[in-house]
């Protein structure tokens, strides 16, 4: 069976390089894309890429992981802080489970620094920029393979 990273991003995230570039960049989702497959394929792992502006959508898809991937990384973005319901969906995966954000949390509003997401995830990937995006890969390879 092929291994299977499901790479899940949340609200606004389409926006990336338009948005607020001061705290998020100028390149794109297609570019951290490009970044995160490019890294799955020197570990010899398949990247499932999505981003949606829907809170069911992403809880369908943190489903769709559960039964078909090897791990899951997760940029909830805004859902991060709100969502229950995504928290519950992750509860319900035993496969490891990276929280990622381009920027730091911490540094910012007080209402940021609560995530739901924290409660489920394995490991938390913050503050790094793009490059987030292909370390959470590798550190995602390497927890698939410790469980081999």
Not at 24 to 32: I, K, S, V, W
Not at 44 to 59: A, D, P
Request: charged share 20%; no cysteine; net charge negative.
């Amino acid at each position: 069976m092929e291994r299977t990273i499901f790479l899940l991003n949340g609200p606004n995230l389409n926006l990336l390089g338009q948005r607020e570039p001061e705290i998020y960049g100028r390149e794109t989702l297609a570019d951290l894309e490009a970044r995160a497959r490019a890294r799955a394929t020197t570990h010899g792992l398949r990247l499932e890429f999505r981003q949606t502006n829907s809170e069911g959508e992403l809880v369908s898809w943190i489903h769709e992981a559960r039964t078909d991937g090897a791990a899951l990384i997760l940029n909830a973005a805004g859902y991060t802080h709100t969502s229950v319901a995504v928290l519950d969906a992750l509860k319900t995966l035993e496969i490891p489970v990276i929280e990622l954000h381009l920027s730091n949390p911490h540094r910012r509003e007080a209402f940021r620094h609560h995530s739901y997401v924290s409660l489920a995830a394995t490991a938390v990937i913050a503050g790094l920029g793009p490059l987030g995006y292909e370390l959470s890969v590798d550190a995602a390879a390497g927890l698939i393979a410790a469980r081999a």
